[in-house]
């Protein structure tokens, strides 16, 4: 009877204890986070309750396990399991409170500072500090884990004495991947790029969506996702329209005839941009940057608070005044001139074609071309 009861209330002991270590926490935690609701720390360690359980009910399992003896030929092996889930189970707790620490304190900044710039630099570097921190705690959770077998600490203690050597070869193999994590530590404290700043890469739009310690991903404006190395923005330029504010002035360009109303243009300009919704108010203007023998070049010039309303300005702009010259001044779209030349000074036409000397001649894309003969002679 007694090799009944001893493992019953060995594990249902240790069960028991568990499952109700794990109530009462999480009712503390409720009633932590109901009195101090402006406070997000207490909702968010809620979600330790597992990895906490666990690591009670492998510690007691651990620490009592002999009173129990059960399987005594195989104890030694139950006790190294039960001390790998321990270790395990430790590691996760350690990480999901790391976790619920990083992410209340950038919620607490997010709600006292309104700057998004400063915003998406904290959230960068918090990101990184929790991903920083769960390859640490998962690295020495895997050491302790293998210094746990006899064979590891044997060969743990050859591998220190020859630590130099291995640091050379480790260093030289992982160049690469070294320098991409330093460059996510510059990324993340020298506030090169953060997370929804407007990049162009490669001559690509887009906005920062995912910073890690050896990738960055672009997301464009096609939902199209570019990983790119962070090394890659510590060493090659890019445009980063976030920086300095977001605040941003777009150019529209129309090839138009010469004979183009230009003032009435600038004034349904004002027309339109007042109708846009994206339009900022800042500034806009109209006018004639270039021309060519055939059609001028204007410039409309808007403002917009952001890289997406500045987007919309430009193609409403583009759209509806293209519309409104097609409708009410045709004459102002760009057209092939097809008219006689204009005859040099002295020169004499005759009408009915005589003399090749004095005939008229016309052009063909800047070259002078005979007109054809009619007749003999």
Not at 344 to 353: D, K, R, V, W, Y
Request: overall charge positive; proline content about 5%.
């Amino acid at each position: 009877m007694e090799n009944v009861l001893r493992p019953l209330i060995v594990i249902g002991g240790s069960l028991v204890v568990t499952l109700l270590v794990g109530w009462l926490v999480d009712l503390l935690l409720r009633r932590a986070d109901q009195r101090h609701h402006q406070v997000p720390l207490w909702n968010l360690l809620r979600r330790c309750r597992l990895p906490l359980q666990f690591v009670m009910c492998a510690a007691l399992l651990r620490g009592s396990y002999d009173q129990a003896k059960l399987t005594k030929a195989h104890s030694a092996g139950v006790g190294q399991l039960l001390t790998l889930v321990l270790i395990g189970s430790t590691a996760w707790l350690l990480v999901r409170i790391a976790t619920a620490v990083v992410e209340s304190s950038y919620s607490r900044y997010a709600h006292a500072h309104r700057d998004p710039a400063r915003v998406r630099r904290v959230r960068t570097q918090v990101a990184l500090i929790q991903r920083v921190v769960s390859a640490i705690v998962g690295v020495v959770a895997v050491a302790a884990m293998l210094l746990t077998f006899p064979a590891m600490r044997a060969a743990g203690a050859s591998l220190l004495a020859s630590a130099g050597i291995l640091g050379i070869v480790a260093g030289v193999a992982a160049q690469s991947t070294l320098a991409n994590m330093f460059a996510g530590f510059q990324i993340a404290f020298g506030d090169m790029v953060r997370l929804g700043d407007t990049v162009v890469v490669n001559g690509e739009w887009g906005t920062v969506d995912e910073i890690t310690l050896t990738f960055l991903t672009v997301r464009t404006w096609d939902e199209r996702r570019f990983t790119m190395p962070v090394s890659y923005f510590t060493s090659q330029p890019f445009e980063n329209w976030s920086r300095g504010g977001v605040q941003m002035t777009g150019t529209v360009f129309f090839h138009l005839d010469h004979s183009a109303p230009v003032e009435e243009m600038r004034d349904k300009l004002r027309d339109i941009l007042r109708e846009c919704p994206a339009w900022d108010g800042r500034d806009y203007g109209l006018a004639v940057t270039d021309s060519t023998p055939s059609t001028m070049e204007v410039r409309a010039l808007v403002t917009a608070k952001d890289a997406d309303d500045v987007w919309t300005v430009r193609v409403t702009v583009r759209e509806q005044m293209l519309r409104w010259l097609t409708v009410h001044h045709p004459y102002a779209l760009p057209r092939v001139n097809t008219a006689d030349a204009i005859l040099p000074p002295g020169t004499i036409a005759h009408p009915n074609g005589g003399g090749d000397a004095h005939r008229p001649r016309t052009t063909t894309r800047g070259r002078m071309v005979e007109p054809p003969r009619t007749g003999r002679g």
